[in-house]
């Protein structure tokens, strides 16, 4: 999981990243997890808000 979450300061969107509806929050699947981030193209800064485990209520 590290490596790819370092592997976004490499590259933001990465195969199977997703822009979540209505928000400013991006999201990619490790496994079971969810790492969700924002992503500032004009200061080229990634930043990680969450990491969480994917349940029916992950999204609430």
């Avoid at 590259?11 to 209505?22: D, Q, T």
């Avoid at 969810?34 to 193209?41: A, E, G, H």
């Avoid at 200061?43 to 969450?50: D, G, I």
């Amino acid at each position: 999981m590290a490596r790819a979450i370092k592997g976004l300061g490499e590259n933001s969107r990465p195969r199977g990243v997703k822009k979540m509806a209505g928000s400013v929050l991006w999201r990619i699947r490790i496994g079971e997890y969810r790492v969700l981030f924002t992503i500032s193209d004009r200061q080229r800064v990634v930043s990680v808000t969450e990491v969480v485990r994917r349940t029916t209520h992950t999204y609430d």
